[in-house]
């Protein structure tokens, strides 16, 4: 849509240009022109006329085949003609060839695509869109030594293109000049100095290139995993492990690896899976996370059977020296090279035995035997830190509670005390003294306010190394010892920094820095300069089409971003107060504050399940968000329910309405359930097209675009969530369909 504003313009240029020929003031500075030329000129004025229409219509053929005719016909008066206007020219068959060659490479049209992306790269040869077309069409011609100058090309044009150095890399192996790729796969690590993750990938495809690197190549894989889970990159994490699998596939270690990188990922039937058909007797990893996977799965007798088995593995332990210490966890398979990277892991194996083990006898009603082994715990890994602890040892105190046990009070205290722990742990190694010495720590004045809630104060700040300007949040001061407070702050933290990595997404604000102490809490995030999306709706700003295309786009990328399998963030308050959208019109998603995360830790789910409180703004949310009316408990909530705050979003943007009006919130949450409101027949919601006609009309004239964008719309809407769209990916696909449906009438 952008590129057919652009080519209007264009058009409009080109019309005033000829225009100001046929004047006279511009026929003087011509005075060579003849009379006959200047009808001809007005001839070319008229063509370049129609082709822009046929742009309009979305007629790439016939425009292109006009914008070449020009061409031909300008070739007579190059000496009248300037080079801005023959760069216009220019600029449109390329843009013709674009878009007829992406529609050709999708029907596999693969040799038409081709000549037509090596006449538009005569016009731009130094384009890295055609380049990489053209590199696609080679690649699917297996016209591999084409492709191989085309990338030579593309990495001289931009040195920092990655993917140009794997796939160049690769067709030299293909080509059986792996002396090229090595070159090439070390020029790669070259380039990205510090970059480890590229280096440890470039190793790996250099020990691929390797005919003997076999081993060096399962080193590097198991590297380049490691490095993965570092960066919260689960899935390809285990992609990664699947290979190495695949090079030594009765290589049980790997098949432990593999486990746990499934076990992180929620795929505890894999784990099960996996483990239960090896040999783990001399592997204590390999039984934590089978016992971890049992305990989940409500099998406590199995579960617990594989931690005391830890456990007591202790007490061996703790009669032999230190060096025989070693050799002994040696004897298990612990992962390490250093005795302290052994010993490390398995205590974090330990402890957490230690509480599952404490947790399965405190739910069998035996809670001496599980306050011993918590006993033990603090005795032995007050260092290690685990929210499963923090949930075992509140319900605890809870037990102790329940009987009147003045016990209840310890284990109260310890609970807050490794609460408090976690939080500083998790969210940022920073404390809230050394976030102050990174960023600007003045106290705001009121011009810096860019927004204040009832728990938060956000305002402008400033990196002090760097001078990058920031948004900081804080919470106040009253609110920091509130577990709700916190939560919702963590939240956002741990939304924010999970896509903000491995690198920022263009349409969510950046996580930045966090710090904490034990009674403030505040981080840092990308300053985004522009309005909210109410506020531009309120401006009346928000006014054609264009606009609306692209803020839909837009957050529909971003909430991609939100619920991909790594992360499944559900934002859970998507409305136009937390969407921003910058001077250049570019979309950022913030607020996540009550978000869910899908690495939420049971504590923090039953929490929410305990308040019984409807969670998001009432004209935006989804029917599952309010508390069931029969028992009180929330519904489960995942990301269609973003979708059908989206819906309401665009049903706002297409009638400048929400789906259902009224002052009192409360009543419009009933509305959105659908359930009755004073006695009345519960409401339905009005098509977008049947609320507000003459804007829709003015949006998009015709019957049958009200009918598509209503049909999205209102699929958005279905109040159960297995009839809306199921991703984001799908609405965003349906929507763009139906817009390049209408733009080819």
Known sequence: MTEIFTLMALGAAFGWIFAKAMEPSVQSEWPNIKIEEVSDIDNIRKKILKAENELNKGNYFEGLNIFRDLKHELTDYKDKISASERMGIDS??????EHISEGLIKQKVYAEALTLLEEALA??????????????????LDRKYEAIVKLQKILRIDPAFLDGYRRLGKLYIETREREKAIKIFHDAINKFPGEERVKLE?????????????????????????????????S??????????????ENNLLTVQLSKIQYKMGKTENTRKELEKINIQNNLEGKYYLGSTYFMQNEPDKALKLFNQIINFETELSQLREEEKINKLRSVEIPGDSGAEITGTYHSLLY?????????????GMIEESEKLFLEFLEKGSNYIDEHILTFMSSLSEDFKKKGDEREHYWKSQAEKLGFAIERKKHNKDSYEDFWLRFQPS?????????????AIVYRGRELKTGRPVAIKKMHRQFCQDQKARSFFHNEVSALEAMSRPQPHPNIVEFIAHGISEDRFVFAMELVEGKSLRDKLLDGEINNWQQIYSIICQTCDGLQRAHEDEKKIVHRDLKPENILITSDGTVKLTDFGICRVSSLTTSTRQHYQRTRSFVGTSYYSAPEQYPDPFDGNLPPIDHRADIYSLGCIIYELLTTQTPFVHDDPGIVGLMHQRR?????????????????????????PGKEEKKELDRIVMKCLQKLPLGRYQSVKELKEDFISACTKQSNR
């Open 443 to 455: 106290e705001p004045s009121p011009s810096d306010i860019i927004g204040e809630g009832g728990m």
């Open 352 to 364: 957490p035995s230690i509480a599952a083990a404490g947790e399965i006898y405190r739910r069998r």
């Open 676 to 700: 009755n409101v004073t006695g009345s027949t519960p409401q339905s919601i009005v098509p977008p097209g049947m609320r507000n006609p003459l804007l829709m009309e003015k949006l998009s």
């Open 202 to 234: 470039m190793l790996e495809r250099i020990a691929l290139a390797t005919p003997e690197g076999h081993s060096a190549r399962l080193q590097n894989l198991k590297l380049w995993a490691e490095e993965l889970l570092r960066d919260r990159n689960l």
């Open 92 to 97: 449109s068959i390329k843009l013709c060839i």
């Open 236 to 249: 390809k994490a285990e992609e990664v492990m699947e290979e190495a699998r695949k090079i030594f596939p």
């Open 123 to 140: 016009i731009s040869p130094d384009d890295m869109n055609i380049l990489k077309k053209i590199v696609r069409i080679e690649l699917a």
